[in-house]
Antibody, heavy 124, light 111 residues
Framework: QVQLQESGPGLVKPSQTLSLTCTVS??????????WSWIRQPAGKGLEWIGR???????NYNPSLKSRVTISVDTSKNQFSLKLSSVTAADTAVYYC????????????????WGKGTTVTVSS | QSALTQPASVSGSPGQSITISCTGT?????????VSWYQQHPGKAPKLMIY???NRPSGVSNRFSGSKSGNTASLTISGLQAEDEADYYC???????????FGGGTKLTVL
């Protein structure tokens, strides 16, 4: 069964770029009709969708973050990645990667498999 | 402020039923049948419980059900159990450029 694991620095300085990788195991990232998503959750707050990528490279981004976000995929490594530039304290959150059923129906933004999440703190 | 409105908290006793509401607009909940619900236990990742308003993924208990009327979607949990105590988030496709919106979350307490 498919499992996802986030990895990356837990501490990022203000104005720098946050970089996270999600490794997919138990299945190929290229198989099936799935998008691969990033979602974040500030401590004690709700979920915020960041964006998603299809294995073709097609992406959708949250417009509130679009100018700072890049999501990419490396099918040879069975990984996809998130880069968020010019971070501030407001970007401090738990970041989750997830499998998205959007390949089945473009209107689907359903995340059915999630990583455990990784905490990223933005601080000098 | 979240795009979808949920009550901050609900509570119920074991065996009872509870309903959590999720109010949006005609651009999201009211306009499309692409509503989902997630359960999140403290320190854990969210879990998809309902999609397409009222469909359950494989493995989700049939005690969980969803519905929609107008701009408001609802999650009902019947036969409440202690393990149901968690935060619940609704989500919907939106025709706005945001693509998808979430509710602010509802904390369910099992008394």
């Amino acid at each position: 069964q498919v499992q996802l694991q986030e990895s990356g620095p837990g501490l990022v300085k203000p104005s720098q770029t946050l970089s996270l990788t999600c490794t997919v195991s138990g299945g190929s990232i290229s198989s099936g009709s799935y998008y691969w998503s990033w979602i974040r959750q500030p401590a004690g707050k709700g979920l915020e969708w960041i964006g998603r990528i299809y294995t073709s490279g097609s992406t959708n981004y949250n417009p509130s973050l679009k100018s700072r976000v890049t999501i990419s995929v490396d099918t040879s490594k069975n990984q996809f990645s998130l880069k968020l530039s010019s971070v501030t304290a407001a970007d401090t959150a738990v970041y989750y990667c997830a499998r998205d059923l959007g390949g089945l129906n473009y209107y689907y933004y359903y995340m059915d498999v999630w990583g455990k999440g990784t905490t990223v703190t933005v601080s000098s | 402020q979240s795009a979808l409105t949920q009550p901050a908290s609900v509570s119920g006793s074991p065996g009872q039923s509870i309903t959590i509401s999720c109010t949006g607009t005609s651009s999201d909940v009211g306009g499309y049948n692409y509503v989902s619900w997630y359960q999140q236990h403290p320190g854990k990742a969210p879990k998809l419980m309902i999609y397409d308003v009222n469909n359950r993924p494989s493995g989700v208990s049939n005690r969980f059900s969803g519905s929609k009327s107008g701009n408001t979607a609802s999650l009902t949990i019947s036969g409440l159990q202690a393990e149901d105590e968690a935060d619940y988030y609704c989500s919907s496709y939106t025709s706005s450029s945001t693509h998808v919106v979430f509710g602010g979350g509802t904390k369910l307490t099992v008394l």
